[in-house]
Every structure is written in C-alpha cells, then in structure tokens.
T-cell receptor, first 114, second 110 residues
Framework: NAGVTQTPKFQVLKTGQSMTLQCAQD?????MSWYRQDPGMGLRLIHYSVGAGITDQGEVPNGYNVSRSTTEDFPLRLLSAAPSQTSVYFCASSYSDGGNEKLFFGSGTQLSVL | SQQGEEDPQALSIQEGENATMNCSYK?????LQWYRQNSGRGLVHLIL?????REKHSGRLRVTLDTSKKSSSLLITASRAADTASYFC??????????FGAGTTVTVRA
C-alpha cells in the first residue's frame, strides 16, 4: 500500500490564484481530513470527511473548499489564495477502530503564497 | 482551538539519555495520542492511551495519563540520534477529529 499520497510536494502561488491540493489513500479508510501546520501553532483542522459525499468544517475552514466523491480522494481547493494561507498542508486518513482511531498522514504540501 | 499543549517547547539531550515531555489538555477526552514528525515529513502515530488507562509502553516509549490533572507524559528511554524529531500530543474531540498541540522539538546529540 502507498498509504496517503499528497501532490504536489511544493507549490508557489500568487495572491488571488486558485489551486487544488490532491490527496489520495489506498487503505479504504472512511475518514479523511486536511490540516495546516504553521510554526509554533501545531496542526489545525481545516475540513474533514467521514465518508464519500459527506464533508464538514474544522477549526479553520475559511478560504478552502473540499469534496469527497470517492472513498479514495479528498482534494482541498484554495479559491483565491492569500499570503495567510502560506503553510504546510497535511492530509490524513483513518478508519473506525472502536475508539482507538489513529491518523495516517501524507508527507505534506508546502505552499507559499506571494 | 488547540486542546493539548506540550512542554518543553524544545529539548536537547545526549545519546543514551532519557527524554521526557509533557502534554496538558483542557477538556475531558476519550483517548490521548502521541505522534512523531521528522523534519520535512508527515506525522507518524506512536502510541494511544485511553482515558481509563494510566500507563502504556511500546518499545522504548512510556506514556502516562493523569485525567485528574488533565496531563500526559511521554518518556523516550535510551535515546538515539534517530529519535531527533518533533513530538505532538493529540486529543480527540470525537472519534476522528484530533486536536494537536504545538509540539516538543527533541534533539539527540551524538
């Protein structure tokens, strides 16, 4: 299994541009999520999904859209990039384990917005 | 909002020494997890301790949980250079949503 795969690894955008960060998992996990990591602030949850067709907002959803048309894929869309969205983005997945759910993370996308 | 807060923010130890880091959280939890992040990589799950457990071991890792104090500690024994990483505690808001602290950066000197 490849696990959780994120593309691209690096991206530079200009303010106002839009783009999609891709996330795919091959473990048949029902749960997927997006976090952003900023220095000194840990990881903050952007959006999450508990299954195909179901998405919900996390702690910092503004400026981001998600959709979950398949179990495997959970893309994150930046609608109009802003410098405040410069961050490292991590996708994670998990499966139901009777209260012992743990996250499997991708290797991250480093995004710079100029 | 961040549920867990790690202490210290950074830790530097000699190879072979033990490393201890702490995590405090604010609200009741079902479980608490520790993750490791090597530089430039994603987080990797280390260990999960449930709210009804007080101590758990996994290899050179020992985790304790004190729900009355809303705190946990992670001990890495006999540290190695490969243990150099950032360590994060995470608490569950529900079954899947985890809230992470800002992490402890551990440097193991040869």
């Amino acid at each position: 299994n490849a696990g959780v795969t994120q593309t691209p690894k690096f991206q530079v955008l200009k303010t106002g541009q839009s783009m999609t960060l891709q996330c795919a998992q091959d473990m048949n996990h029902e749960y997927m999520s997006w976090y952003r990591q900023d220095p000194g602030m840990g990881l903050r949850l952007i959006h999450y999904s508990v299954g195909a067709g179901i998405t919900d907002q996390g702690e910092v959803p503004n400026g981001y859209n998600v959709s979950r048309s398949t179990t495997e894929d959970f893309p994150l869309r930046l609608l109009s990039a802003a410098p405040s969205q410069t961050s490292v983005y991590f996708c994670a997945s998990s499966y139901s384990d009777g209260g012992n759910e743990k996250l499997f993370f991708g290797s991250g996308t480093q995004l710079s917005v100029l | 909002s961040q549920q867990g807060e790690e202490d210290p923010q950074a830790l530097s130890i000699q190879e072979g020494e033990n490393a201890t880091m702490n995590c405090s959280y604010k609200t009741s939890i079902n479980n608490l997890q520790w993750y490791r992040q090597n530089s430039g990589r994603g987080l990797v799950h280390l260990i999960l301790i449930r709210s009804n457990e007080r101590e758990k071991h996994s290899g050179r890792l020992r985790v304790t949980l004190d729900t009355s104090k809303k705190s946990s500690s992670l001990l890495i024994t006999a540290s190695r250079a490969a243990d150099t990483a950032s360590y994060f505690c995470a608490t569950d808001e529900n079954d899947y949503k985890l809230s992470f602290g800002a992490g402890t950066t551990v440097t193991v000197r040869a």
